[in-house]
């Protein structure tokens, strides 16, 4: 008899920002493949640079993307502008490269609290979005974090390309688990991930 875990059921989604692949052709470290091996949908936070990371990404799952500050204008159906939504199975997802842009700021501490100045973090993710979110999932400062406040999964994978922390040999990208209404979220070390 099989038993099936829990985390089997949910729907798996990878997380990935600031990828900084300046050269069409380049390749994602062999490490994000491997991550994402099993993702049914993957959301880019932005700061992609070379379009082909897309391509890459989409030989495994189809993908949603946001662009970051120096990504190029060319027109793509995976590319939003700015601020974009996404629903998966009922979790409004919002997707942003810097979660300070557009306004309000929402800042974290030292320790990953949030500082929202005056404001609830309902209300700066409705300016934000334009709509209630469940999570946001963003990027730009390379530094992963996961932090639950409100109600509210806020997510930043790391780069995978250029980690933060100089401690990091490698860096990181986030999986997303969805299930009905629950949500819940992994940094993965790309480390982890190395092909033997």
Avoid at 101 to 129: C, V, Y
Avoid at 167 to 179: A, D, F, K, N, W
Wanted: glycine share 8%.
């Amino acid at each position: 008899m099989e038993i099936v875990g829990w985390e089997s059921r949910a729907l798996k989604i990878g997380l990935i920002a600031d990828t900084h692949i300046a050269q069409e052709g380049v390749q994602l470290p062999s490490e994000v493949l491997c991550a994402f091996r099993d993702v049914q949908l993957i959301l880019h936070a932005g700061d992609i640079y070379a379009l082909s990371v897309l391509d890459q990404l989409e030989t495994l799952a189809p993908v949603v993307a946001v662009r970051g500050y120096p990504d190029p204008r060319t027109p793509d159906r995976r590319l939003a502008d700015g601020p974009s939504l996404v629903e998966i199975e009922g979790v409004r997802v919002g997707l942003v490269h810097d979660i300070n842009w557009p306004g309000p700021p929402i800042k974290f501490d030292k320790r990953g609290s949030l500082e929202l100045r005056g404001q609830s973090l309902e209300n700066a993710l409705m300016r934000k979005f334009g709509s209630s979110v469940d999570v946001v999932v963003f990027g730009d400062t390379h530094e992963p974090i996961i932090v639950q406040h409100e109600n509210k999964l806020l997510v930043n994978p790391g780069s995978p390309a250029f980690p933060a922390s100089r401690e990091r040999e490698q860096g990181t990208v986030g999986i997303l688990y969805v299930s009905g209404k629950k949500v819940w979220a992994t940094i993965a070390e790309l480390r982890d991930f190395r092909l033997l």
